[in-house]
């Protein structure tokens, strides 16, 4: 009974949706208030009868109803609890409806806390984001609905969640990734309705750009979360693997952050105003696209749902016709977006310009090297594989690049800027930036590996031209140094947060692809082997008795000289319903270093193949996302975003807008 109510609730929302969808435009043609003021209201329904719908598939979860299809597909007696609610999301169909959830929570989000906005504005924001989730969720329910019996005859236990899934990752990092994702559809949504309504000025992207910089927090935090489970969860070692399915949420990340970047030129100076909402829907494209790779079928990994290619032409279809339809809106009206203001090369717009270019390009290298196989393969060209190689020879060179641009950007003025006036403080810097950063890896390990060396004196290049400009801003206040780093604005303060986070990730990459060591050893009980600086002694193996598996439980005891310094319990499970075995590796984190074991294979005697790995400050890369994270909180709070949805007051009762 609860899963039909759940599936009514379905049912429902999409009704709402679809009303959302047409009244508040009707409203806005006719100059009706009460049906624009009906799309406040139906956002918070729509989520409403979501949740509802989703607390309905989780019950039957908790309560073992495999008369489900996809329960009993994706559960089993036997799953823990947290897996069991985490299950509702670990499927095609499950994860559709989370999508779905997620968005109707970002609706109901603007119309609670975007009140002030000009009410035909946040009509057609709500109507645009109700098209789509009418979209998704006839999606849902013409081909992946999760309620669908199995009667008379279904399982008794459930096939079981798959074992890599069954993890703490599962429970936090698919809703977070999902917000961010799912998240680019506010400012697709806004885009359009600037183009609709012929508003595209500083104030549209004052509006914008907080729910902009929201998703783009949640996106980072999301695939950030899923590179330390992939690194710990996998046994490989490694916190980036260029997946297909990783790229599917690296490049709406990598269009985000340029929206992000472009939105701030557009609020401050009026310009890039076409540009802008191109990359609104080259963001949302993106994530649509990523839904398709990842549920098509068409793709191999780890992180795919398994689906049929029938379910992915569904997905192509509403992509095919979402993005058509934003890109005709867009060629109509584009042309009536002049900017309001001029600028030179030299400027903080032009050096923002650059910014974007070069994120859209190493946008287009992902995009490029993840859909080359796949057409290639539907053109009959061969199976093509493109890996790793080909991803770090061509983003990396442009990362660095990026870091040229960004230690300048932020000195220069808007609209012009001689150069002339930064060059002696921009030379002392780049002197200061070439010791520290050849000398530094002299001095850690002693030998200079050139892409490292170039890494880090590009990364305190930025760094130092940043605090200068901090110390800058600061010292010119009347009152003192101190009273002048409390004038800062709160976006100016996430802006630093933001690059500081940046700056820490690319440091992490660059020391812990330099200078990680791995090694596989066969080790005995009592055997030793030494891995920079530490032992690693084999103590032996004892079985071990799990929820749902049983492991046997290497212990590894870790010396540095003759101490003692940590043991660690890598295991090698095997699962009861599905017999799949899984490697579980054991961490000893740090700061500046990870020690990593993972078992192989028993060998002869009581011999075990163990491979150990000493990963230099590979925490700094999601220390360094965690760091982006806050600076996009931190800008969220500045208080003129909050004015800017204050400052609109609400029209007249009876006035047409």
């Known amino acids: 009974m609860i899963a039909e109510l759940g599936h009514f609730a379905l049912v429902l929302a999409f009704v709402v949706a679809l009303l959302q969808s047409i009244l508040p435009l009707v409203g806005v043609h006719t100059g009706s208030l009460p049906l624009q003021r009906l799309a406040r209201s139906m956002a918070p329904v729509q989520f409403l009868c979501l949740l509802l719908s989703f607390l309905g598939l989780t019950w039957a979860f908790i309560q073992n109803d495999f008369t489900l299809d996809y329960v009993s597909r994706q559960s089993n007696t036997q799953l823990p609890l947290e897996y069991k609610i985490s299950s509702v999301w670990g499927g095609h169909e499950g994860s559709l409806l989370l999508w779905v959830l997620v968005l109707s ?46 009667l008379p005859d279904f399982p008794m236990n459930g096939a079981d969640l798959n074992p890599l899934l069954q993890d703490p990752g599962l429970i936090i990092h698919p809703p977070l990734l999902y917000m961010g994702y799912v998240g680019f559809t506010v400012p697709f949504a806004f885009a359009m309705a600037g183009l ?36 710990y969860e996998l046994g490989w070692g490694g916190w980036w693997f260029w997946d297909p399915v990783e790229n599917a949420s690296f490049m709406p990340w990598l269009a985000g952050t340029a929206l992000v970047h472009s939105l701030a030129v557009s609020e401050k100076r009026g310009v890039f105003k076409a540009w802008t909402v191109m990359l609104a829907i080259l963001a949302f494209a993106l994530s649509l696209l990523g839904t398709f790779l990842v549920r098509s079928g068409v793709l191999t990994s780890v992180h795919a749902f398994a689906a049929d290619p029938a379910r992915g032409m569904f997905v192509l279809g509403i992509l095919v016709v979402v993005i058509g339809a934003s890109l005709l809106v867009f060629a109509l009206r584009a042309g009536r977006l002049n900017s309001e203001s001029r600028y030179q090369w030299v400027s903080r717009e032009g050096f923002l310009l650059a910014n974007n270019l070069l994120l859209i390009t190493a946008t287009t290298v992902v995009f490029l090297g993840t859909l080359f196989p796949l057409v290639a393969d539907a053109l009959k060209l061969g199976k093509i594989s493109v890996g790793p190689p080909y991803f770090n020879t061509l983003f990396t060179p442009l990362a660095l690049v990026l870091l040229l641009f960004l230690g300048v950007g932020p000195l220069t003025r808007w ?49 130092l031209n940043m605090l200068r400009d901090i110390a800058v801003k600061a010292g010119t206040a009347k009152q003192g140094f101190v009273a ?29 692809t330099a200078y990680s060591v791995e090694h596989d050893v066969r080790l005995s009980p009592g055997s030793r082997v030494y891995v920079e600086g530490y032992g690693f002694e084999w103590a032996g193996v004892k079985s071990v008795q799990g929820p749902n598996f049983t492991a046997e439980q290497g212990e590894v005891r870790i010396y540095q000289g003759d101490t003692l310094q940590k043991t660690l319990f890598p295991q090698k499970r095997r699962y009861n319903v599905r017999g799949q075995v899984m490697t579980e590796a054991a961490i000893d984190p740090g700061l500046f270093r990870d020690i990593y074991v993972a078992m192989g294979e028993p060998l002869e005697g009581e011999a075990w193949a163990v491979r150990v790995y000493y990963k230099p400050f590979i925490r700094w890369t999601w220390l360094g996302a965690l760091f982006m994270v806050f600076g996009g909180i931190t800008s969220i709070a500045d208080r003129r975003y909050r004015m800017a949805v204050r400052a609109v007051r609400p029209e007249p009762a009876g006035e047409k807008v």
């Open 415 to 463: 609209k012009r800027h001689d150069l002339r006036e930064l060059t002696v403080p921009l030379l002392k810097i780049a002197v200061a930036s070439l010791v520290l950063g050849v000398g530094l890896p002299l001095m850690l390990a002693a030998q200079v590996k050139p892409l490292v060396a170039a890494t880090l004196v590009l990364v305190f290049w930025v760094l």
């Open 196 to 231: 609709l309504g012929g508003r595209l000025d500083s104030a549209w992207a004052r509006w914008s750009r907080p729910w902009t910089i929201a998703a783009w927090s949640f996106l980072t935090l999301g695939i950030a979360l899923g590179s330390w489970w992939a690194y």
């Open 484 to 512: 002048g780093l409390r004038r800062l604005t709160a976006s100016y303060w996430g802006m630093q947060l933001a690059h500081t986070g940046l700056l820490v990730m690319v440091v992490g990459v660059a020391l812990t």
């Open 105 to 150: 929570l970002w609706g109901a989000a603007v119309s609670v806390f975007g009140k002030g906005l000009p009410r035909e504005m946040t009509a057609r924001v709500l109507a645009i984001m109700g098209m789509v989730n009418v979209a998704m969720m006839a999606f849902v329910l013409l081909t992946s609905n999760p309620f669908r019996r199995l």
